[in-house]
């Protein structure tokens, strides 16, 4: 184990083993580890944190997502937080679950407008949704958002160009 640490929870995710966070005694752990299935003694800390400080948690990997219910931190929370494990969103950077948990309610989402990806997608609220425009010919353009589940929406002939 990376130290000494309860109430952590842990995952096997492809070919490694992760805790998440935990209780060291004294204060909340939002740290990742990491370890190979071939070597669990060997732990390192992963590139991410937990998305709350929450300690006591229950993790699952569910289908294509890693999920993260509830937990304490001074109070209890009913938070459900999730990740997805792959994504094909070119338009971000980091592609590791570990860095992009978001919550139920603001799940991330893959946004084209002209058909073209968007940039730069941002969750304002579970209704609002920013993107950057990509260049695009002048004319009205379909504005389509697409979750991870795979469901779509489309706002027709919703942003145009001048």
Excluded: C
Excluded at 46 to 60: E, F, H, K, M, R
Excluded at 101 to 120: C, H, K, L, M, Y
Excluded at 145 to 156: E, H, I, K, L, W
Aim: aromatic share 12%.
């Amino acid at each position: 184990m990376p130290g000494a640490s309860g109430l952590s929870q842990i995952i096997t995710v492809g070919n490694y083993n992760y805790l998440l966070g935990g209780y060291n005694g004294s204060a909340g752990i939002s740290v990742i580890y990491k370890s190979s299935v071939s070597d669990p003694t060997t732990w390192t800390v992963a590139s991410g944190v937990i998305p709350a400080l929450q300690y006591g948690s229950q993790v699952a990997v569910i289908d294509d997502f890693v999920y993260l219910f509830g937990g304490y931190n001074t109070a209890y929370s009913s938070a459900i937080y999730r990740a997805p494990l792959t994504h094909n969103r070119p338009n971000v950077s980091n592609k590791s679950w570990i860095t992009n948990w978001r919550t139920i309610e603001t799940d991330q989402s893959n946004v084209t407008i002209g058909g073209v990806q968007a940039t730069n997608i941002n969750f304002v609220s579970p209704t609002s949704i920013t993107a950057g425009t990509p260049v695009h010919a002048v004319g009205a353009t379909d504005v389509v958002v697409t979750n991870y589940d795979g469901q779509s929406a489309t706002f027709t002939s919703g942003y145009t160009y001048w």
